[in-house]
Antibody, heavy 122, light 111 residues
Framework: QITLKESGPTLVKPTQTLTLTCTFS??????????VGWIRQPPGKALEWLAL???????RYSPSLKSRLTITKDTSKNQVVLTVTNMDPVDTATYYC??????????????WGQGTLVTVSS | QSALTQPPSASGSPGQSVTISCTGT?????????VSWYQQHPGKAPKVIIY???KRPSGVPDRFSGSKSGNTASLTVSGLQAEDEADYYC???????????FGGGTKLTVL
């Protein structure tokens, strides 16, 4: 059974860097085809894809946020970390991590974490 | 790149069918068969109900179906039930530099 859970600060100040950790179980990011993505959702608004990392360390970023995002993986800990620099109040959102499989349902997220609400305010 | 276009709302009575559209371009929806649909109930994480245009994950009722014509994908919910009331989001592959593009979401109301 695949599960994912996001963790990190619930409140950050403007200009600070946000670091979120996704801890997962039920699969390994060293297995061919596995991937983890980050998606966010501002309150009352639509989903927005942020970043994706695959088993082979291939990394993809949203073009509109690419300069502010970094995604990394720690295979031994079953974790994926997303950092977002220069946080702004418009970055207030629920941040989700989710599982994807490149060779089956590519670019589709089939398992999601519960999400973590991050508020940006001074 | 702009988000995919979905109608903000849709509605239908129990037992009826409703179709939600998702319009993109030849660079995303029209160019690849990697359209997914997600259902999201209030306060919950999204759940995939359709992937690769028309495939249903295990456990998703066959009342949910997906299709695509040109640059527009569609989700049809047949035999509407009260529990289908939720927000629905489409997504599409949009090239190697932007592999996941979401739509603006559609709120489905069961009257």
């Amino acid at each position: 059974q695949i599960t994912l859970k996001e963790s990190g600060p619930t409140l950050v100040k403007p200009t600070q860097t946000l670091t979120l950790t996704c801890t997962f179980s039920g699969f390994s990011l060293s297995t061919n085809g596995m991937g983890v993505g980050w998606i966010r959702q501002p309150p009352g608004k639509a989903l927005e894809w942020l970043a994706l990392i695959y088993w082979d360390d291939d990394k993809r970023y949203s073009p509109s946020l690419k300069s502010r995002l970094t995604i990394t993986k720690d295979t031994s800990k079953n974790q994926v970390v997303l950092t977002v620099t220069n946080m702004d109040p418009v970055d207030t959102a629920t941040y989700y991590c989710a599982h994807t499989e490149y060779y089956s349902g590519a670019y589709c997220f089939d398992y999601w974490g519960q999400g973590t609400l991050v508020t940006v305010s001074s | 790149q702009s988000a995919l276009t979905q109608p903000p709302s849709a509605s239908g009575s129990p037992g009826q069918s409703v179709t939600i559209s998702c319009t993109g371009t030849s660079s995303d929806v029209g160019g690849y068969n990697y359209v997914s649909w997600y259902q999201q109930h209030p306060g919950k994480a999204p759940k995939v109900i359709i992937y690769e245009v028309s495939k249903r994950p295990s456990g998703v009722p066959d009342r949910f179906s997906g299709s695509k014509s040109g640059n527009t994908a569609s989700l049809t919910v047949s035999g509407l039930q009260a529990e289908d009331e939720a927000d629905y989001y489409c997504s599409s592959y949009a090239g190697s530099n932007n592999p996941v593009l979401f739509g603006g979401g559609t709120k489905l109301t069961v009257l």
